[in-house]
């Protein structure tokens, strides 16, 4: 499939960090409509009404509700959806998170995030 031929996708952006959620919608804007939450427990109820999106990027570690439990909520619900998240790490795991992230099939990137690999990353995604 080529660059232009791209389907538009709609991107929901789970991180507490509101700069790193800009940062994420400037970087995917041109190719996708972007919704940013930085609220995990808002975000988790906006998805379980039923709100679509073709994939979400997830901070790991939140307040409230980390990446995980997002993740584990979704899995019971919208299994397929669950594993169309990409999580971002900040480099600071907790023996939780570590083996999260090698028992999750889900891809995860570190902050700061090389755009052309999320933009890849997302496009894999909403096709």
Known sequence: MTH????RGRVLVID???PVAVAIQRTLHKHHDVVICTS???????LLSGEAFDAII??????QLTGMDVHAELMKVMPELARRMIFLT????????????D???N????KPFDAEQLRALVNDRVR
């Open 90 to 101: 900040g480099g600071a795991f907790t023996a939780e998170a570590r083996a999260f992230l």
């Open 40 to 46: 995990s427990p808002d975000a988790l109820q906006r």
């Open 16 to 18: 507490d960090e509101r």
């Open 107 to 110: 891809v995860h990137i570190e």
């Open 4 to 7: 232009e031929s791209q389907r």
């Open 103 to 105: 028992d999750a099939s």
């Open 58 to 63: 997830c901070d790991l570690m939140m307040p």
